[in-house]
T-cell receptor, first 111, second 110 residues
């Protein structure tokens, strides 16, 4: 079983839609949960960072972690064409440990 | 200037050739990483280094080697390239929980 799994999509939504992206992980030892955004032929960039369970909001983005279910989510409100990218969830056991990435979900927001 | 610089940006080579991908960073971070990205498989860790004297294998290190020449420089070598090493390669650095990535090297092995 892979340590982190993610639906690869592709996902296509109209502008203004609410987007839900999800990942599951297998080991309860993971404490740090991240979402990276990657535009075509660019390196990934950190979008959201969460420690342990709970929600974190940043503008139109909300990251949610449910450790009891080993389930992490990213919600995008009022999606924009500029949100079109690949979104990768990532997990780590400590803030200084290596980071393990999911395969990424490709998102297209259609004007 | 970019914080993490990878060279070359693109490389086409033949099976059996030795290839070196280079990475330099101006972030002042101790930790550096090499990942490869394949469609549907995401980013997989090849090697990582927590300081100049520390080198660790990642999940897919076979066929690769690395050299940490200085705090700012971390190179990845393919001693004898094979076609299934065709991929997008990323170097990254971190000083905490956040990874900073370079723009990637697209390597094609024919």
């Amino acid at each position: 079983q892979k340590e982190v799994e993610q639906d690869p999509g592709p996902l296509s939504v109209p502008e203004g839609a609410i987007v839900s992206l999800n990942c599951t992980y297998s080991n309860s030892a993971f404490q740090y949960f991240m979402w990276y955004r990657q535009y075509s032929r660019k390196g990934p960039e950190l979008l959201m960072y969460t420690y342990s369970s709970g929600n974190k909001e940043d503008g139109r983005f909300t990251a949610q972690v449910d450790k009891s279910s080993k389930y992490i989510s990213l919600f995008i409100r009022d999606s924009q064409p500029s949100d079109s990218a690949t979104y990768l969830c990532a997990i780590s056991k400590t803030s200084y440990d290596k980071v393990i990435f999911g395969p990424g979900t490709s998102l297209s927001v259609i004007p | 200037d970019a914080d993490v610089t990878q060279t070359p940006r693109n490389r086409i080579t033949k099976t059996g050739k030795r290839i070196m991908l280079e990475c330099s960073q101006t972030k002042g971070h101790d930790r550096m990483y090499w990942y490869r990205q394949d469609p549907g498989l995401g980013l997989r860790l090849i090697y990582y280094s927590f300081d100049v004297k520390d080198i660790n294998k990642g999940e897919i290190s076979d066929g690769y080697s690395v050299s940490r020449q200085a705090q700012a420089k971390f190179s990845l070598s393919l001693e004898s390239a094979i076609p299934n090493q065709t991929a997008l390669y990323f170097c990254a650095t971190s000083g905490g929980e956040k990874l900073f990535f370079g723009s990637g090297t697209q390597l094609s092995v024919l």
